[in-house]
């Protein structure tokens, strides 16, 4: 039976008018990107799994596309599982021998004095940092109800079968990161900011701070689907590193503003906080700790609402008299400077929230002076993009008013990101457009211009095989001359040629029988207006260039 052709959900195929419309929104991209200084860098599709992973916060983490490791890396964990088994049987016999009494494992001193007697076994001679690192009773409260309920096996046989089933489960949760590395290694990348990070700090030496860069490049993200979110999709981004100014934000909002009002899209809003004014707000509700928790949780108000908002920060531990704290960023309204002197307000006691508010301010002032063209700028404190790694200025585009969709850009200010890969205090800042958001929003509005995918510009209809070699010398000719020609290779009846033509948007053919090879002219058609002409190729070659 033939296998159904299908692709991954989250995924897309493209014909040939949707590779022309993406190519269309790419290249605008690219001119302003390069109008403004950027330079062109590639990095690869894949990194390494350490590289991405713990960058992006636990959601982002969980959404990271990891690749399977060659070879039979499930041969490598059987035999850990056996190493285990074994050492479990010498572990409980050691239990047995050395332990009368193994009834009571429920009281906290049995539990202590169990880990005081057996914790070089346990932690496996102390190399298991993480276990060491937790309370011993909360990490084997679990491990000793199991072990109690194996005592209670009467066959000898099969307790110390179950006892030492209990060490494998709990020697490979210990060892669970050496498993992973063994099947994989390496992740799809996630984002390319991250990937760049790691670029600067390894080529730091070939390259001149500050090092403006832009980037074009299909990423992964195992989301679950739906409009404007895919698994599989491109993202366009520009940064700077080695700079600390402030201008650099202002100039990413001119960027923004340049690539919309290009694309003909106007009226969309460029969203702006500062990460600053977050941390400031944790302080004053007294949730320093909870930082990313409270912003996560934050970002998802215009998604889930204030009391879906509220709920979730209850759950990650947030105290009441904290939530009513921040009621009034629920209801903050008014334009920029009204919104600032609320938080003015809000913030009077936190030296950091201030300090974003100082910084909020320079550029709002710097584009009302400079002014955008079609764009608009609007603070919403509310905005909180969930990564780790942003420390100042946050952007996110949102597409004009009435159209449905997520945001079709985002960036912000990090000042610490490539500290993670040995090079500290190198600021950076760095925005991305969406293009597939971006796509679907021109669609929905119509403003793509009429794209011609094919190119083809004429079609040589063939008659016969002799004449195709004539055919084909013309051809040949005019591709030389940058005209997009082709022939029509089979043999085919002329109204089936006509229709090829037709269907593929082609604007001439050309026909070429006994009678124009022995004048050595060409029949050229024109298949809107169905006019015809008798042209010799020096004037053929100047009626189609």
Not at 95 to 105: F, L, P
Not at 153 to 161: G, I, P, V
Not at 168 to 174: G, T
Not at 473 to 497: F, S
Request: hydrophobic share 35%.
């Amino acid at each position: 039976m033939a296998q159904k052709p299908s692709i991954p959900k989250g995924t897309r195929d493209f014909n040939a008018v949707e590779v022309a419309k993406r190519s269309y929104i790419m290249n605008i991209i690219k001119e302003q990107f390069e109008l403004y200084g950027f330079q062109p860098i590639e990095t690869p599709s894949f990194e390494n799994s350490e590289t991405l992973m713990g960058k992006y916060g636990d959601e982002g983490d969980r959404l990271i596309f990891k690749i399977l490791n060659s070879g039979d890396y499930f041969d490598e964990v059987r035999k850990g599982i056996d190493i285990a088994i074994r050492g479990g049987e010498v572990f409980y016999r050691k239990i047995i021998e050395e332990k009368e009494d193994t009834t009571d494992w429920n009281s906290r001193n049995s539990r202590f004095e169990f880990v005081e007697k057996f914790k070089d076994s346990i932690r496996l001679s102390g190399k298991n940092k993480t276990l060491n690192n937790l309370p011993a009773d909360e990490v084997l409260q679990h491990v000793f109800s199991l072990i109690n309920s194996s005592y209670k096996l009467k066959n000898e046989e099969e307790r110390n079968k179950s006892l030492a089933m209990i060490y494998a489960n709990l020697l490979l949760n210990i060892k669970s990161k050496d498993i992973t590395s063994k099947i994989s290694e390496k992740a799809l990348r996630y984002d390319l900011t991250v990937p760049f990070a790691r670029y600067v700090v390894q080529h730091q030496n070939e390259i001149e701070f500050p090092f403006k860069r832009y980037q074009i490049q299909p990423v992964w993200r195992a989301d679950r689907p739906q409009k404007g979110r895919f698994r599989e999709f491109y993202q366009c981004d520009a940064d700077v590193v080695g700079s600390t100014s402030l201008f650099q934000e202002v100039e990413f909002v001119q960027l923004y503003d340049a690539v919309f009002t290009a694309l003909d899209l106007k009226g969309v809003t460029i969203k702006i906080n500062n990460r600053k004014i977050l941390s400031g707000i944790a302080e004053v509700i007294g949730a320093q700790d909870k930082l990313i928790d409270f912003t996560v949780a934050l970002d998802k108000l215009d998604k889930i609402g204030e009391e879906k908002v509220k709920e979730e920060m209850r759950s990650k531990g947030i105290s009441e008299e904290g939530i009513s704290k921040l009621q009034p960023l629920f209801s903050l309204k008014g334009d920029f400077g009204t919104q600032v002197e609320s938080l003015k307000s809000i913030l009077n006691t936190s030296e950091v929230g201030l300090k974003g508010i100082e910084e909020l301010e320079f550029i709002d002032a710097a584009i009302s002076k400079l002014g955008l063209k079609t764009a608009n700028l609007q603070l919403d404190v509310t905005l909180a993009r969930g990564l780790n790694y942003y420390t100042g200025a946050i952007f996110e585009v949102a597409a004009p008013e009435g159209v449905k969709m997520g945001s079709i850009g985002g960036g912000g200010r990090y000042d610490d990101l490539t500290s993670i890969f040995g090079k500290p205090d190198t600021s950076g800042v760095g925005i991305s457009f969406g293009l597939d958001r971006i796509y679907l929003v021109l669609e929905e509005l119509n403003l793509f211009q009429e794209t011609n995918a094919d190119a083809t510009k004429v079609l040589f209809i063939k008659f016969v095989d002799k004449e195709a070699m004539a055919c084909l010398q013309a051809v040949t000719q005019l591709r030389q001359n940058g005209v997009k020609a082709e022939l029509y290779p089979d043999n085919a009846k002329m109204k089936k040629q006509m229709t090829h033509a037709n269907r593929r948007n082609i604007p001439y053919v050309v026909l070429v029988g006994v009678e124009e090879m022995n004048s050595g002219f060409y029949t050229l058609k024109n298949m809107l207006t169905g006019d015809q002409h008798k042209l010799n190729l020096k004037e053929l070659l100047s009626t189609l260039k």
